[in-house]
């Protein structure tokens, strides 16, 4: 079975920075559509950073709130996801869960009603 794991979260100040991980068990990493999702209590899931694989190279995609902030990476090797976080803002404080389709990324990768596995989430709280 795919079980995805999330790392990483935390509490830091307005401007610091966090850096999230997200493992893979069961599957191999190589050839599955990955990204990060947040969100906030009472608020719906939103899209912050997706490797888009469909094209000749992947490309990675990211929210215009996030975009020069955050930055999403893989390692093969350890079949990781990662999400460095700079700059916080308050705004950015909800629940970040790593996010995983098998295949081609959906015709529009931010979109997360498409991914089928989940992690369980990690908290990331920015205070000001």
């Known amino acids: 079975q795919v079980q995805l794991v999330e790392s990483g979260g935390g509490s830091v100040q307005a401007g610091g920075s966090l850096r999230l991980s997200c493992g893979g068990y069961g599957y191999a990493f190589v050839g599955w559509c990955m990204g990060w999702f947040r969100q906030v209590p009472g608020k719906e899931r939103e899209a912050v950073a997706v490797?888009?694989?469909?094209?000749?190279?992947?490309?990675?995609l990211y929210a215009d709130s996030v975009r020069g902030r955050f930055t999403i990476s893989q390692d093969n090797t350890k079949q990781s996801l990662y999400l460095q976080m700079n700059s916080a803002k308050p705004e950015d404080s909800a629940m970040y869960y790593c996010?995983?389709?098998?295949?081609?990324?959906?015709?529009?990768?931010?979109?997360?009603?498409?991914?089928?596995?989940w992690g369980q989430g990690t908290q990331v709280t920015v205070s000001s």
């Open positions: 490797l888009d694989i469909n094209g000749p190279e992947t490309e990675a």
């Open positions: 996010a995983a389709r098998y295949g081609y990324c959906p015709r529009d990768p931010l979109r997360g009603d498409e991914y089928r596995y």
